[in-house]
């Protein structure tokens, strides 16, 4: 039996998974059934950083990965930001870095600059 | 010029509640921002996490402020970025200074407080030892690190377990630093589970409970070291319990404290127990026609619960100068906090100003497990009651009180909170 | 070659170099710190004392009376926070009673005007958050408070635009004598002078050894502070003393010019005078005994707990005379050296007179300083203010309503600051409750603009204090 707190949300359900069955108790809603069960079987998370960016009144624009992304991989994906720069304008949703270590998750804009 | 309503701060709750206004029929709102844009803190909190409760998914900090700005654009609000309310009078004029307009005195008929919440900084807590450059609040390291690209810390302590704080200690790993630990001087986590969850255990961080800093040294002007020791049931550090840290950063997560200068100054009744203002069931302040909403009245820990309390807000200030008056303050029912309750906003119900229900927040003094939270009059008398599976002091909670329960209430009404 | 040398800057080395500006000399001043004010004079308790402590005869006596009765008309010709508030030594038994007789016996024999014991009853009227155990006071209407680092700033301000030449970091190393000269050294640099002044404060036995044989001993003695919130300035309308003993002038709680509540300090010796830690038994100890005069002050209100370091010595009065000739020392300068540093400064000049410097005054020399202070201003001052200038109408500390213009007015004034802390000393932002959280990287991001330094150099305060570290997205993570 592995316990965890669910992350899916504010609330924070403590979760009990069965790692055999994949049998998920102390969630209150769905999401949380699919949290307790992934995060046994592959475990994900939403990557959110920054990326350079020129001509803006800012010099780093927010980003977030369009998916979650396979939890081992978050440190090498946060390596890769290193490498764009984005030159404003840009608008929430432009995509920063396509395909991101070939996960097929894309690493998007979140704010206009 | 006369503005129906003025609102201070372009943060969450101000958006929110200059929306809200314009959608109850106001036209003549200015919303005024002392920075050079709008969405406040949001802009440098760009983790997710944000909008679940009200959009049904899940945004980024800066991304939920978009929500709010993308709509004032189809409205008439005048946003009035790059300036500074110095002072408000009870008369509703609204003092600003601003590179581009000087000095302006604004007449409003109706004032929004939305100044948001500071960090309280190391002299608050008093942390024995030396002065270097890297005792950072979180909020600041934050600033530099998402939105002026600078790396301000490497190898880093965090000391208190706010929500800001374990946010940091996942950016800071991210960003290639090492966070070697978070110290609680409470018994639990002043931040959300999941939050402990996603940014400690994720990366391995330890966080002390009921451990506080007890020295910071430095070496050539900078955090060389922080001496973290256990403390006891009175949160004295125990002699013998020291470990020392080598790192060159101390970042502080340590509370936030509503600002209102503004407030205070323009006469405007503060609760010591939330340090904001004391407000009425539609968010009213003491001052009549002056309304507040968001961290200013009291800290939240999450944003979409500031945007619907100040669309509630919004909605009064609308009301207020549609019908152009008041409600009475003479009928009031007081509210106040019982056994393990430590405020509640608001702190004043109207019940002849109450429509269906009054969505009451507190927070709780300590952990409890399945409880029971009772409401109850000065005669004793019991008028509602909720149950929990748990609280926990780090968790804001609510409860939706309908109208005749104010009605029926005889003197004030207290909320407390027991184990069942 | 230089007419006189003086070695250190805090507020008596400023005060001299302010004293000589007035005359046709050439003069220099070697600061071993970043920024001036960075020992005493930047973390003590802010009193311009009235003059009823020390021993009648000495030069202390003498220094302390005569620089409270400049220090109003200084302040007001320098632009310095000043006020007059007045103090009251608290008296809780009977011996405290005698205390503060023989305080007044020395206040009288010291020339010190007004004072007074009054009654507990007297005393809780015009100071009415006072213990109700206090049973009587000695009240001195002469004494005040002041900006002690603006204090000194003002002065070195004003000798920088007379034609005193500061260089900072510029830690003296030796100094050798040659017929008619000295030979400064810091480092490889070297500078001669026919004059030079010892004010280096903890570091005086140090350079006057360079010279001289050993003629006393600085022993450093630590304080800590608590600085209260302005919610908390009115707590005391007075400088509040508890009765002397012998490790000092005891706890103090008092209120401060930029409207704050100050308490401290302790005093505890210690042997490295260059770390000015507080402790947690220091700290508990001020607010135990602060708590004995105003039980009422609400420490919850902090937002800032520091330590000084006095720079006492092993002799009873302020060390001031010439060991060698040509060479005077201002050394062991303990408290009241704050209040006493205007006329310590005039008397050094009157020393080296007798000592054969010819001090021929200026025709016109700069006397006095103004600094546009925007919160202070009236709604047309600010609105003309603007108009001339639109940076002062962008209010960057929020805490303090400090502009952009004040700022930058900051970084461009007589002795340039190289710290975001350097910035607050002269413009007053991080003072606030934030403790310049908010305003913080924006002061850094002006004063490099306008300084011409990168942000990865900016200091927050002294040599090494860097802030920021690099980039993000610099590549090279582990």
Redesign the interface.
């Known amino acids: 039996m592995a316990e ?9 359900c ?1 979760l009990t998974v069965d790692e055999a069955s994949g049998a998920v108790t102390g969630n209150s809603c769905p999401r949380g059934e699919a949290y307790g069960r992934s995060e046994i079987l592959d475990p994900r ?8 960016i020129n001509g803006a ?4 624009c ?1 980003v ?1 990965s369009s998916a979650p992304i396979k ?1 081992p991989l ?2 090498d994906v ?2 890769q ?2 490498k764009v720069t984005l030159s404003s304008p840009v608008k ?1 949703g432009d995509v920063a870095i396509k395909n991101v270590l070939g996960t097929g998750v894309d690493i998007i804009v ?3 600059m | 010029m006369n503005w129906e309503l003025i609102v201070i701060g372009a943060g969450p709750a101000g958006l929110a509640a200059a929306l809200a206004a314009y959608d109850k029929g106001l036209r003549k709102i200015a919303v005024i921002e002392r920075d050079r844009y709008a969405g406040g803190i949001l802009n440098q909190c760009i983790h997710n996490g944000f909008g679940l409760h009200r959009f049904k998914e899940e945004l980024t900090g800066p991304e939920y402020a978009l929500r709010f700005i993308d709509r004032l654009k189809d409205t008439t609000i005048e946003l009035i970025c790059d300036t500074m309310v110095l002072h408000i009078t009870a008369d509703r004029q609204v003092h600003t200074v601003s590179a581009e307009n000087g000095y302006q005195v604004y007449s409003a008929d109706s004032i929004f407080l939305a100044m948001g919440c500071r960090e309280r900084p190391r002299g608050a807590i008093s942390i024995p030892g030396d002065r270097p450059a890297g005792v950072f609040t979180a909020g600041t390291a934050q600033r530099y690190i998402n939105l002026e690209g600078y790396m301000c810390a490497r190898r880093v302590v965090i000391l208190g377990s706010g929500d800001i704080g374990l946010i940091m200690a996942r950016r800071l790993t991210l960003e290639g630093a090492k966070v070697l630990c978070c110290v609680e001087i409470m018994p639990h986590s002043s931040g959300l589970a999941r939050n402990i969850s996603q940014c400690l255990k994720d990366f391995d961080i330890p966080l002390y409970l009921n451990h506080t800093v007890t020295e910071v040294t430095s070496a050539n002007g900078r955090v060389s070291s922080v001496t973290v020791s256990e403390v006891d049931e009175n949160r004295a550090p125990i002699p013998g319990t020291q470990k020392v840290f080598d790192c060159d950063t101390l970042l502080l997560s340590v509370g936030l404290i509503p600002e209102n200068e503004l407030s205070r100054e323009a006469g405007i009744e503060i609760d010591p127990r939330t340090n904001g203002p004391v407000v009425y069931e539609n968010m009213e302040t003491s001052m009549p026609g002056v309304f507040a909403g968001g961290n200013v009245v009291h800290v939240h820990d999450l944003v979409d619960y500031v945007s619907e309390e100040s669309a509630r807000a919004g909605e009064g200030a609308a009301k207020y100068v549609l019908s152009g008056k008041t409600a009475s303050n003479e009928v009031f029912i007081p509210i106040t906090n019982g056994e393990n309750v430590s405020y509640t906003v608001p702190q004043r119900v109207r019940p002849a100003n109450v429509e269906g229900s009054i969505k009451l927040f507190f927070r709780v003094r300590n952990k409890l497990g399945a409880s029971v939270i009772k409401v109850s009059d000065t005669s004793g008398r019991q008028l509602a009651a909720f149950r929990r599976v748990s609280m926990s002091p780090g968790e804001m909670e609510n409860i939706f009180l309908p109208k005749d329960v104010f009605e029926k209430a005889l003197g004030s009404l207290c909320v407390s909170a027991s184990e069942a | 070659m230089y007419d006189v040398i003086i070695v250190g800057c805090g507020v008596t080395g400023a005060a001299t170099a302010f004293t000589l500006s007035r005359y046709r000399l050439s003069v220099l001043v070697l600061e071993k710190e970043n920024d001036i004010a960075m020992g005493a004079t930047r973390a003590n308790s802010a009193i311009i004392h009235a003059g009823y402590d020390p021993e009648p005869g000495t030069l202390m006596a003498r220094l302390n009376v005569k620089g409270c009765e400049m220090a109003q008309e200084l302040c007001g010709r320098l632009d310095v926070p000043y006020k007059n508030c007045g103090s009251l030594v608290l008296a809780f038994d009977e011996k405290d009673i005698e205390t503060l007789h023989v305080l007044y016996e020395r206040g009288v024999k010291n020339g010190v005007k007004q004072l007074e014991i009054i009654s507990g009853a007297r005393l809780r009227e015009i100071e009415p958050n006072v213990s109700q155990s206090a049973a009587a006071a000695l009240y001195a209407p002469t004494s005040g408070i002041v900006n002690p680092w603006e204090y000194a700033l003002a002065m070195a301000e004003v000798a920088a635009l007379n034609g005193v030449r500061f260089l900072l970091s510029h830690p003296v190393t030796s100094i050798s004598k040659h017929d008619g000269c000295f030979t400064v050294s810091c480092g490889s640099e070297q500078f001669d002078a026919r004059y030079v002044i010892n004010a280096a404060g903890v570091d005086s036995a140090v350079v006057h050894e360079m010279v001289a044989e050993k003629a006393f001993a600085i022993t450093p003695s630590r304080g800590d502070y608590f600085l209260l919130d302005k919610s908390e300035g009115s707590r005391a309308m007075h400088t509040l003393f508890q009765c002397p003993g012998p490790a000092g002038k005891g706890v103090l709680v008092s209120p401060t010019v930029h409207g704050n509540l100050l308490v401290g300090p302790n005093a505890v010796s210690c042997s490295d005078a260059h770390r000015v830690n507080t402790t947690a038994d220091g700290l508990a100890f001020v607010k135990q005994h602060a708590l004995k005069s105003v039980p009422s002050v609400n420490f919850r209100d902090t937002i800032r707990s520091f330590a000084g370091m006095r720079a006492n010595s092993d002799q009873n009065d302020f060390i001031i005379g010439f060991p060698v000739p040509r060479f005077l020392d201002l050394a062991g300068i303990k408290s009241p050296g704050l209040t006493c540093a205007p006329a310590t400064g005039e008397y050094a000049a009157e020393l080296l007179e007798k000592n054969g410097l010819e001090l021929i005054p200026k025709e016109s020399p700069v006397t006095s300083r103004r600094k546009i202070r925007f919160k202070e201003l009236s709604i047309a001052e600010k609105q003309r203010l603007i108009a001339e200038d639109p940076l002062y109408g962008r209010v960057i500390c929020r805490c303090e309503t400090v502009t952009e213009g004040e700022i930058v007015e900051a970084c461009h004034s007589p002795i340039p600051p190289v710290s975001v802390d350097g910035i607050k000393r002269r413009a007053g932002t991080g003072m606030g409750r934030c403790q310049g959280g908010f305003c913080g990287p924006r002061v850094l991001e002006i004063l490099c603009r306008e300084r011409g330094i990168s942000p990865l150099d900016a200091l927050k305060d002294g040599e090494g204090s860097f802030i920021l570290f690099g980039e993000t997205k610099a590549g090279g993570r582990t």
Not at chain 1, 4 to 12: N, S, T
Not at chain 1, 45 to 52: A, E, H, L, P
Not at chain 1, 57 to 60: D, F, V
């Open positions: 965890m707190v669910c992350i899916v949300c504010p609330r924070g403590r998370r939403v990557y959110t950083g920054t990326v350079r009144a800012l010099p780093r927010p977030k939890k978050i440190m946060s390596r930001m290193d929430r979140t704010r206009d």
